[in-house]
């Protein structure tokens, strides 16, 4: 990156079933916060990059009144949407923004209400993140029977078992407990889960992240208004990593990895100098719990087919080699999908500057990553952070 970039202020609302706020009242909960920490205003921003998906909310083209509720008017010009992955595109063009000299300080706030429809047309309208043509109209996908078709290929492939993905919503549900601003705070043990509804073999509800409202936002400033701010604990952006794939899952040739991630991986580590072993934090795309475990073989802190063994030794629990989500993950903190990247980034920056609370992982090199995923692999982004 040609400037240096690093976070100074984040927010998030409380995730979970948001009746009681509007999606312009609920993002105002992130942003406020991000201000609070900041010590900044509106007037300190130049500019707002809005994310959000808006495909289950009654608000279509949702940031103009969250950017006029916020008092933002004039700073939003653009909104940007990658599904499951839009606050990390969110921050990604905001990150850039700044490096490349336009701006000296840029707020990305990711929102989404997804429960202002029912969960038929929530499966409905996620069923066609793929291919429509070839995957929803013609055998009726949903998310889970994406992840499941994931699954069952790791399964066959590796051996891993219906218990190894169980481990990893024991794992979030037990941080979640701990995490006020979370979705879903009730611990779960692996009988809980592997008894718990099938949804799509071998996915079961309690394997799913739920469906959520959230909102989170992330204050980003150019190292020269750091200075000027004479901001204390900075956290910095050292790689952002970007990765894509196609529509279809039948194209790709594989399903026991993605591509997308991969490539966003080794680009972030490429940037920012470091490598997997590195990382001492890390938050990961668990939409499913197949996917937690596909993510620390494409981050490189297990070898392929080796992702279980990390939950079976407890080696992403906190106090671990790499810990991992420590804040409950998608899969129980929640997965407002405009949202998610940004929070990710809100848990790390917490993380980093020692104010994680009951969860806080102790830090030697102060190095941290997100993993964000966008559709079934169709997008990615990882970005390495450090204080």
């Not at 001492?280 to 939409?287: F, G, I, Q, S």
């Amino acid at each position: 990156m040609r400037r240096r970039v690093g976070i100074i202020g984040v927010g998030m609302s409380k995730f979970g079933k948001r009746d009681d706020v509007s999606v312009r009242e609920l993002s105002w909960e992130a942003i406020r916060e991000a201000f609070q920490d900041s010590g900044l205003t509106q007037r300190d921003v130049d500019l707002v990059v809005a994310g959000s998906t808006a495909y289950r909310g009654v608000e279509l083209y949702p940031a103009p009144p969250v950017s006029e509720y916020a008092s933002l008017v004039g700073k939003t010009p653009i909104r940007v949407e990658a599904a499951c992955a839009t606050g990390s595109a969110a921050a990604f063009t905001a990150v850039n923004s700044i490096a490349s000299g336009l701006s000296d300080v840029v707020l990305a706030v990711g929102f989404d209400k997804m429960t202002e429809v029912d969960t038929q047309t929530s499966l409905a309208v996620g069923g066609r993140g793929g291919n429509y043509q070839w995957e929803f109209h013609m055998y009726g996908t949903t998310f889970p029977s994406y992840y499941a078709l994931y699954a069952t290929r790791h399964m066959a492939v590796y051996g891993t078992k219906e218990e190894d993905m169980a481990l990893a919503s024991v794992k979030a549900h037990k941080y979640a407990f701990l995490n006020e601003k979370a979705h879903l705070r009730n611990k779960v043990t692996v009988e809980d889960v592997l008894k718990s509804r099938v949804i799509s073999w071998p996915i079961k509800l309690l394997d799913s992240s739920p469906i959520s409202d959230g909102a989170a936002a992330v204050i980003f400033a150019s190292e020269e208004k750091i200075r000027e701010l004479k901001v204390e604990t900075p956290v910095w952006v050292e790689g952002i990593g970007y990765g894509s794939d196609t529509s279809s899952i039948a194209r790709r040739g594989e399903w026991t990895s993605l591509r997308a991630a991969r490539d966003a991986a080794n680009m972030a580590y490429f940037q920012s100098k470091r490598s997997p072993n590195d990382i001492e934090y890390a938050t990961v795309h668990d939409c499913f719990t197949i996917a937690e475990i596909m993510a620390y073989e494409d981050l490189g802190f297990a070898e392929r087919g080796k992702g279980a063994t990390l939950l079976r030794e407890g080696q992403t629990e906190k106090g671990g080699r790499v810990a991992v989500n420590l804040f409950g993950g998608l899969k129980a903190k929640g997965h407002p999908l405009g949202a998610t990247g940004l929070s990710m980034l809100y848990e790390v920056t917490k993380q980093l500057r020692e104010e994680a609370g009951p969860v806080q992982q102790q830090f030697k090199n102060y190095v941290a990553l997100t993993h964000n995923v966008g559709g079934t692999g169709h997008y990615a982004y990882v970005t390495v952070l450090s204080r």
